[in-house]
């Protein structure tokens, strides 16, 4: 889970929120997992019909 989440913030640079109140901080970082998880799903569907070497 630690890896996990150090890959976000790696990847979306969620450690740095550009926000100033909670609930934008909130919004935006929801707006972003939910970013991750749909990109996690396009990923393991391409590789999932990918074509084997």
Same mark, same amino acid.
């Given at each position: 889970?630690?890896?996990?989440?150090?890959? !976000?913030?790696?990847? +979306?640079?969620? %450690?740095? #929120?550009?926000?100033?109140?909670? *609930?934008? $901080?909130?919004?935006?970082?929801?707006?972003? !997992?939910?970013?991750? +998880?749909?990109? %996690?799903? #396009?990923?393991?569907?391409?590789? *999932?019909? $990918?074509?084997?070497?």
């Amino acid at each position: 889970m630690e890896l996990a989440f150090k890959r !976000l913030k790696s990847l +979306l640079h969620i %450690d740095r #929120l550009p926000t100033r109140t909670r *609930a934008a $901080s909130q919004s935006w970082l929801y707006a972003h !997992l939910i970013l991750a +998880l749909l990109c %996690d799903e #396009l990923s393991r569907d391409f590789l *999932a019909f $990918s074509p084997q070497i």
